[in-house]
T-cell receptor
Framework: EAQVTQNPRYLITVTGKKLTVTCSQN?????MSWYRQDPGLGLRQIYY???????DKGDVPEGYKVSRKEKRNFPLILESPSPNQTSLYFC??????????FGDGTRLSIL | GQQVMQIPQYQHVQEGEDFTTYCNSS?????IQWYKQRPGGHPVFLIQ?????EVKKQKRLTFQFGEAKKNSSLHITATQTTDVGTYFC???????????FGQGTILTVHP
């Protein structure tokens, strides 16, 4: 089954404790992207990757890092999380500018 | 940078009434995609529009892309309770990679 898998689905953690949200897709998509969703602000792009070892900033990259060492994986790293990064995060993938497939989301709470 | 405004932010309708959401871009778009997110779910692709003035229909849903490729609309005829959710537009700019979502329209349908 074609899917985008994010882990964890839920996480409560504390300020400053490094965390990684994993994202994996099994569709051989070259394009992958991370979004955060906040009430009234819609989906805002954090980082995207057009292929292995190619990543670029979206609209809200501050406080986040990503890597794309393999085509299927695109982890989101919060080196020193802060409460303003409490949000719902989505990973998505696609072939080029074709429709994106989204993961089920990760709800992060940073205390 | 590219800005996409989506209105309205909220829409409450009685079942059977029509519904329309609009997306307006500050720049000319290469394409626009529409997604639906059910409560508690992830965005799911509905349709992509590419051509100036394009109109596409999916049962009770009608999608339009403006002649200048700067605006788009989604119209639902005779809403049903299954239509509830948040509708997003996703604007593809002339540079592939960075994507901008509208803020979303939250649709509530009262039976």
């Amino acid at each position: 089954e074609a899917q985008v898998t994010q882990n964890p689905r839920y996480l409560i953690t504390v300020t400053g404790k490094k965390l990684t949200v994993t994202c994996s897709q099994n569709m051989n998509h070259e394009y992958m992207s991370w979004y955060r969703q906040d009430p009234g602000l819609g989906l805002r792009q954090i980082y995207y990757s057009m292929n292995v070892e190619v990543t670029d900033k979206g609209d809200v990259p501050e406080g986040y890092k990503v890597s794309r060492k393999e085509k299927r994986n695109f982890p989101l790293i919060l080196e020193s999380p802060s409460p303003n990064q409490t949000s719902l995060y989505f990973c998505a993938s696609s072939f080029g500018n074709q429709p994106q497939h989204f993961g089920d989301g990760t709800r992060l709470s940073i205390l | 940078g590219q800005q996409v405004m989506q209105i309205p932010q909220y829409q409450h309708v009685q079942e059977g009434e029509d519904f329309t959401t609009y997306c307006n871009s500050s720049t000319t778009l290469s394409n626009i995609q529409w997604y639906k997110q059910r409560p508690g779910g992830h965005p799911v692709f509905l349709i992509q529009l590419v051509k100036s003035g394009e109109v596409k229909k999916q049962k009770r849903l009608t999608f339009q892309f403006g002649e200048a490729k700067k605006n788009s609309s989604l119209h639902i005829t005779a809403t049903q309770t299954t239509d509830v959710g948040t509708y997003f537009c996703n604007a593809g700019g002339t540079s592939y990679g960075k994507l901008t979502f509208g803020q979303g329209t939250i649709l509530t349908v009262h039976p």
